[in-house]
């Protein structure tokens, strides 16, 4: 075996040997959310040119969707920008004059983020009472003190005991139930007022977490994602437009969109590019080498190669397109990993990323938004919290599909008016989620009616004039809206889901074959392809790569997380390739 240590300078080099002969490595990118943009962005302006972004919807953006009504802008998904200090979607949106327009009442330095932090969250039960604001003082002091005990499990290395069940909620619930419990001063009346409250803080967590129950989140790992200081941020012309700031530099050809993906053929040393078991299954011509009519662009005339010659990787569209590459990275959603990976790549995954996949959580919150001819509530009020008083021993997060509606946590005010009309937006997770998304408008507009009209203890609020909604759950190319770290796993499961294939040690795949990998220094940067396993050709690292906001272990559920991600995987490819560039053609 010769010795990697040669310079990048030489022409012996094969890596710049082969990539002279055959042109540019070709890089084909799956999903063109934050996380695939940013990675594709990168790439380009590295001096990459065979690239190609696989988008299965028809816009891009991925669980970002701006929608226009009227004069204003709503967020269906992504909302906020979280924290400024270093946040790269901050400064992105910073410098291009995105927030120039955002209102004091729309920054938030507080935990759970609201709309406006101006005004007052009115909390309200199901009999038609105002919480008295001394006592939703009192309890949210107490929460908020609790919380960060959560935190310090995983910071400084306490250890979980049997009775949390190393659940955030469990703990949460039985820490602040007993010290009201506790609490002398109170009356019975109050404890059970602030009783009922925790179930209502632990749904709004629930949303925060986007998992079915807050009960279902790791406390040993919760810890672990880290809050980005400074304000909180809306961007009043729509998040969209940060999708279209990182769009900007790649051109138009390189992103197809409505383009789904069957299946990921890696670890193709051996295989020809076409082989059988990837033979299109339409009429006419699907090679990749030329494309729909012949025309990908110039890149795909310096990226074409021999028709005798071995790809690493192929990747087969719904379309029965087959496109050959050099390296795939891959975006889609923890929740579409969970859905398909069995059948989403050939070979099966190695057993620990299987694991990692199964053990990490990731769970749906959406968004209904109700517009009124006028307002309802008080100018001082900022957010509608419903709190049932008869679910002050309650111990689970759990409804009846009949009883999907109980999971609301409450609505927020959308502040200005001036901007947005009169328009609450509310929120409702896990599987009551996906019940009301099950739901047709006319229906879901009548029980938030019915709700809003037995918390204020107002029967004459009309119907809104326009209800608007997202539906993540049930969305095949996203199955769910972020991730969490679900009881069972941790930030190394985090890592594992976002290790490049094929490993550099032996590993058994999901279907229980080995593929037997080099040692690590025989993968080296400046001679990849010399790594070879005798049985069976060239072993090429990073052919399948993983971004996207369940593979940032501090920031996953984010959308800074999502765009580093991507950017993290560029970066693989860009030392990969470092020598070649520097040399130039």
């Known amino acids: 075996m010769q010795s990697c240590e040669s310079s990048g300078d030489s022409a012996d080099d094969p890596l710049s040997r082969g990539l002279r002969r055959r042109g540019q490595p070709r890089v084909v990118v799956i999903g063109a959310g934050l996380a695939g943009l940013a990675a594709a962005r990168a790439l380009l302006q590295q001096g990459f040119t065979d690239v190609t972004v696989l988008e299965a919807s028809r816009h891009i953006g991925g669980r ?29 949106a910073e410098a291009n004059g995105l927030l120039e327009e955002t209102t004091d009442g729309e920054r938030s330095v507080g935990r759970i983020s609201h709309y406006s932090k101006n005004g007052v969250a009115c909390y309200l039960t199901n009999r038609g009472r105002r919480i008295p604001k001394d006592v939703v003082e009192e309890f949210s002091d107490l929460y908020n003190e609790v919380y960060n ?15 949390s069940q190393n659940s955030v909620g469990v703990f949460t619930r039985e820490k602040v139930r007993n010290r009201i419990r506790d609490d002398p001063d109170d009356t019975e009346a109050t404890k059970r007022l602030k009783l009922a409250m925790i179930q209502q803080y632990l749904k709004v967590e629930s949303c925060e977490s986007s998992s079915h129950s807050i009960d279902e989140v790791s406390l040993s790992a919760f810890g672990e994602w880290t809050e980005i200081p400074g304000a909180h941020h809306i961007i009043p012309s729509g998040f969209v437009r940060v ?36 033979e299109p299954c339409g009429e006419g011509d699907h090679n990749h080498n030329t494309g729909e009519g012949g025309q990908r662009g110039e890149s795909s005339q310096q990226g074409r190669r021999d028709e005798d010659e071995q790809w690493p990787v192929v990747v087969e569209c719904e379309d029965c397109e087959v496109i050959p590459a050099d390296h795939v990275i891959v975006t889609v959603s923890l929740g579409v990993l969970k859905r398909q990976y069995t059948s989403f790549f050939r070979p099966g995954l190695p057993t620990e990323k299987v694991a990692a996949i199964h053990r990490l959580g990731i769970g749906t919150t959406d968004k209904i938004f109700l517009e009124f001819e006028e307002p309802f509530w008080g100018p001082e009020c900022n957010s509608l919290q419903f709190v049932w008083e008869d679910e002050a021993e309650s111990c689970t997060l759990t409804y009846p599909p009949e009883l999907w509606y109980r999971k609301i946590c409450g609505f ?75 009881v069972g796993s941790s930030g190394a499961d985090v890592e594992k889901l976002a290790k490049p294939l094929p490993y550099t040690e032996s590993s058994k795949t999901a279907h229980g074959s080995t593929t037997k990998q080099q040692p690590a220094h025989l993968l080296s940067s400046k001679c990849p392809e010399q790594a070879l396993d005798p049985s069976r050709g060239p072993i090429k690292p990073m052919q399948v790569l993983f971004s996207g906001e369940a593979t940032h272990r501090k920031y996953y559920s984010t959308t800074h997380g999502a765009l580093l991600s991507g950017q993290r995987e560029a970066a693989r490819l860009i030392e990969m390739y470092r020598d070649l560039f520097q040399q130039g053609p």
């Open 64 to 92: 970002v969707q701006s929608v226009r009504l009227g004069h204003a802008t709503f967020e269906l998904g992504a909302t906020w920008i979280h924290g400024s200090h270093g946040n790269p979607v901050y400064h992105l």
């Open 149 to 163: 005990l959560t935190q310090e499990f995983f910071r400084h290395g306490k250890p979980v005991n049997a009775e």
């Open 243 to 278: 999708v279209e700031l990182l769009a900007e530099g790649i051109p138009p050809h390189v992103i197809q969109l409505g383009k789904p993906v069957r299946c990921i053929h890696w670890d193709q040393a051996s295989a020809r590019p076409r082989g059988p078991e990837i």
């Open 412 to 486: 927020d005010v959308l502040y200005p008016p001036e901007r947005y009309g009169h328009v609450l937006s509310g929120w409702i997770c896990g599987e009551e989620a996906l019940v009301m998304e099950r739901c047709d408008d006319e229906a879901v507009a009548e029980i938030c009616t019915e709700m809003l009209r037995q918390f204020t203890g107002n029967p004459n609020i009309p119907k809104p004039r326009r209800i608007l909604r997202s539906a993540w759950g049930s969305n095949p190319y996203f199955r769910g809206s972020y991730s969490y770290t679900q």
